[in-house]
C-alpha cells in the first residue's frame, strides 16, 4: 500500500482539505463562542457554560492544527508520525464528543426555555442562543469529518 | 494480513465479545425505556420524547445483531461480508449518535428542572428521570465501542 509520500489523503493532516476543515472549525468555533457570550447572560444555565468552556478548548485545538497543516504544505512534507496521528485522532474524537454534548444540552435547553418560558426567553436572546448552538454543531460536524479521515488513515496503514 | 478465519476479532460481528456487547445494549436501553415512560409522564418534554423514540430504535437493532452473532457463534462461520459489515457500521455509528444525542439533551432539561423547577420535579420523579439518562449513556457507550471495533476491523482489511 503506498499511503502518505506524493499523493495526500484527501482530508488527513497535512492536506489543503484538513487545512479547510480546521479553519472552518475554527471559525464556527469562535462563532459560537461570541454568538452565547456577548452581551447575554449565558452564565445562569449550565449547558450554556458548558458549551462556551468546550468551544474555549476547540478555538486553539484547530487553530494549533491549522498551523501545523499550513507549514506541511509550503514544506511540502506532512506530519504523518504514527504517534502524533494518533494523539490528533484521540483529540479529535475526544473533542467531537464533548462539542456534540455541549450543542446536544444547549439546542435541549433552548427548546425548554422556548416551551415553558415564553417570557423568560426573549427573542432577541433566544435567537441568539438558537445561532451558537447551530454553528457548535456545524463546528461538531467539520472536527468528526476530520477525525474520520485521520483515524481511517492511522487504520489503513 | 490474516484478519478473520480462525482468530475473531476482540468485538467484531459474530464474536462472543460481540455478542456481550449487543446484551449489554439491549438490556440499558429497555432499562433506559422502562425508568422514562413507565408512570411518568415523560410526554410534555421534548427532550423525554427523542429518548424514548431512540431507544425504542436501538432495542430492535441491537437485539437482531445479538441473533446474528448467536447464530454465528454456534454455526463457526462469523457473517463478515464486507457488504454486511458496512452496513453494521453505518447502523452502529447513526444509533450511537442519536442515542447520545438524546442522553445529553434528557441530561441537560433534567438540569434545569432540578435548578429551576424544585417543586414541579418531585425527587421520585426526578430520580427515575436520572436513572431513565444514565442507562441511555451506558446504552450509548457500548454502542460506540461495537461501531469502533467493526469499524477498526473493516478499516483494516
Avoid at 25 to 32: E, K, M, P, R, T
Avoid at 53 to 77: E, H, K, N, Q
Avoid at 94 to 118: E, K, N, P, R
Avoid at 119 to 144: I, T
Wanted: hydrophobic share 55%; aromatic share 14%.
Amino acid at each position: 500500500m503506498d499511503h502518505g509520500g506524493g499523493r495526500a489523503g484527501a482530508g488527513t493532516i497535512g492536506s489543503a482539505g484538513s487545512l479547510g476543515l480546521r479553519v472552518g472549525q475554527a471559525v464556527f468555533s469562535s462563532a459560537s463562542l461570541l454568538f452565547m457570550s456577548v452581551g447575554v447572560e449565558f452564565f445562569s444555565y449550565t449547558a450554556f457554560c458548558f458549551l462556551v468552556t468546550i468551544m474555549g478548548l476547540v478555538i486553539p485545538w484547530s487553530c494549533t492544527l491549522a498551523m501545523i497543516d499550513v507549514y506541511s504544505i509550503f514544506m511540502g512534507c506532512p506530519l504523518r508520525v504514527p504517534g502524533v496521528m494518533f494523539i490528533v485522532v484521540v483529540g479529535d474524537c475526544v473533542l467531537s464528543l464533548v462539542s456534540f454534548a455541549a450543542a446536544c444540552s444547549s439546542a435541549a435547553v433552548i427548546d425548554l426555555l422556548l416551551q415553558f418560558h415564553g417570557s423568560h426567553c426573549s427573542p432577541r436572546f433566544c435567537g441568539r442562543y438558537q445561532l451558537s448552538a447551530m454553528m457548535a454543531f456545524l463546528s461538531w460536524f467539520l472536527m468528526a469529518v476530520s477525525a474520520l479521515f485521520n483515524f481511517w488513515f492511522l487504520a489503513s496503514r
